[in-house]
């Protein structure tokens, strides 16, 4: 255990693409520290195996089957939030879709597709949960899981990257939009992170898994649970005072990523 048990207790998170990976590595921290979840994604069985995790936990956890790129379906999500625990104080926006495609051979629609999910899906969610987030007696949390390659030029995945580079831009306007509602708006930035569809996609699958490794100073992926803690920090009262921030957990990665091949050298 990192954090107390109370550490987020009497707090309700809605969690997008809660089901799997990352977002299910925070669906865990969040009810190991007191938190009520909603669990949403488009893989409604996936999503009922996940909450039946949670409550084997001893957690409350619900599914509510919703695509982010649906507004109206989306604000479903939130209503239920309310509807079954009466408020709703977190909301992790961390459904993404991705894949690897030279620029020069991407589909408008494989652009649009991405962009869709992962930037207008945050949009989305911001948008529905105003109102709740506002209404939280902790000061609402709206964060948004980025990425390192956002701002640094990502070879195959253009429209990933742009997508997350708008999301930190949209978390910077609602930083200065939002404080005076006592939401907290902050990303977190991933480096690689182990065991995860992520990692499979964009260096297992591709034979990349070893080259990525050796430019991190830290020498190994992240877990899932890397990200959670931050997350939890960021939510709990200990990150009262952050808003506008983008918090990068990636081992170091950022800091060799030009000097992959000395990196792997030196090793
Ligand atoms: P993942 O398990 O595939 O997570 C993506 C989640 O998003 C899935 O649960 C998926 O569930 C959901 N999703 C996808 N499209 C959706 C849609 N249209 N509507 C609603 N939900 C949707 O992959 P992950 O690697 O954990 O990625 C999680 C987050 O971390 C993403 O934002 C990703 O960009 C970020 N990230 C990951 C890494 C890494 O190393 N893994 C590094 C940097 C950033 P359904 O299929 O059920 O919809
Ligand atoms: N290479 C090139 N283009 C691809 C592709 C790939 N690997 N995968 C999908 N596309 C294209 C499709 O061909 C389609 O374009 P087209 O109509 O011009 O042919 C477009 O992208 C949309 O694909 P579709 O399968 O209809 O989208 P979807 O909405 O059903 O699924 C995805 C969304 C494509 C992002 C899917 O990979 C997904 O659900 N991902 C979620 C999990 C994930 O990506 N996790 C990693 C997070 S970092």
């Not at 190991?32 to 669990?39: E, W």
């Not at 949670?54 to 982010?68: F, H, P, Q, R, T």
């Not at 620029?103 to 962009?115: G, H, L, P």
């Not at 499979?200 to 591709?206: P, V």
């Amino acid at each position: 255990m990192t954090f107390t048990t109370d550490a987020l207790a009497g707090r309700v998170a809605l969690i997008t693409g809660g089901g799997s990976g990352i977002g299910f590595g925070i669906a865990k921290a969040f009810a190991s520290t007191g938190a009520r979840l909603v669990l949403t994604s488009r893989n409604a069985e996936r999503l009922e195996g996940a909450v039946n995790e949670l409550k084997g936990m001893g957690a409350e956890a619900i599914a509510v089957a919703a695509d982010v790129r649906d507004p109206e379906a989306i604000d479903g999500a939130v209503q239920a939030a309310i509807d079954t625990y009466g408020t709703l104080d977190i909301v992790v926006a961390n459904a993404a879709g991705n894949f690897v495609v030279p620029t020069a051979e991407m589909s408008a629609n494989a652009w649009k597709t991405v962009v869709d999910i992962d930037l207008n899906g945050t949009f989305h969610c911001a948008k529905a949960a105003y109102v709740a987030l506002k209404g939280s007696k902790f000061g609402g949390r709206f964060l948004a899981i980025s990425t390192t390659r956002a701002l640094e030029g990502w070879p195959g995945c253009a429209h990933a990257g742009a997508a997350k580079a708008g999301i930190m831009s949209l978390m910077r306007t609602l930083c200065c939009e939002w404080g005076k509602d006592g939401i907290r708006c902050n990303t977190i930035a991933p480096g690689p992170i182990g065991d995860t569809e992520g990692v499979k996609r964009l260096y297992e699958d591709s034979g990349r898994k070893e080259l990525e490794l050796s430019s991190i100073p830290l020498g190994e992926f992240g877990k899932t649970s890397d990200i959670a803690n931050a997350a939890v920090f960021l939510c709990s009262d200990a990150g009262a005072y952050i808003t506008g921030a983008d918090i990068v957990v990636d081992g170091g990665r950022s800091r060799s990523r030009s000097s992959a091949g000395v990196m792997a050298a030196a090793r």
